[in-house]
């Protein structure tokens, strides 16, 4: 039996270059996890539609279980870990997602987090029906989605406030859920 041949991959993850040598059916996600070392992002139903795998494409949500990584030769890959401050402190949407406790198990939300630091690249004031059809397309088993939405909302003001602020330079602002109380 001879062993199935491999290609050179050359991507950058969180802005790091990289080469990765892989088979040509190993999907993106398994590259990320395997090859690259970044377990951040998580494999779910294997079929794209639980979004837990989703990372960013040259900016772009892309559910990395249905991709090959042969595919993403040359492209800018962002994952759950590429999300954060430029101070390496939480990003946007990881600081509301804190703020809103919005997760529980955990399982889901590498790919709701590049998904809403993708959507709010182009909506900066989402409402809250805006929000909801931002997150569509990932499922979460344990929340009930109220925390993610208010994360959304959360996350969007942190970054209408702080932009690109280091985040140990950020003012506290207070987190409300939808309706106004603040989280427990």
């Known amino acids: 039996?001879?062993?199935e041949p491999t290609h050179d991959v050359a991507l950058s993850i969180n802005g790091v270059p990289r080469l990765l040598r892989v088979p040509a059916r190993r999907l993106l996600s398994d590259a990320i996890r395997g090859e690259a070392g970044l377990t951040g992002t998580h494999v779910g139903c294997e079929h794209g539609v639980c979004g837990a795998?989703?990372?960013?494409?040259?900016?772009a949500p892309v559910r990395s279980c249905l991709m090959f990584a042969v595919s993403a030769d040359g492209a800018e890959i962002t994952t759950t870990e590429g999300c954060r401050s430029a101070d390496g402190g939480l990003g946007p949407a990881q600081q509301a997602f804190w703020d809103c406790h919005a997760l529980q198990c955990g399982f889901c939300t590498p790919g709701f987090i590049t998904t809403i630091t993708a959507f709010l690249e182009g909506n900066d004031d989402p409402t809250e029906e805006e929000a909801r059809e931002a997150i569509g397309g990932n499922l979460c088993r344990c929340t009930g989605y109220q925390n993610i939405v208010a994360a959304v909302l959360r996350a969007a003001e942190i970054k209408?406030?702080?932009g690109d602020t280091p985040s140990r330079d950020r003012a506290p602002v207070a987190a409300t859920t939808p309706g106004g109380a603040a989280p427990p």
Do not use: I, S
Request: aromatic share 0%; with cysteine.
């Open 1 to 3: 039996m001879t062993a």
């Open 160 to 162: 209408r406030r702080h």
């Open 53 to 59: 795998c989703t990372v960013l494409l040259d900016g």
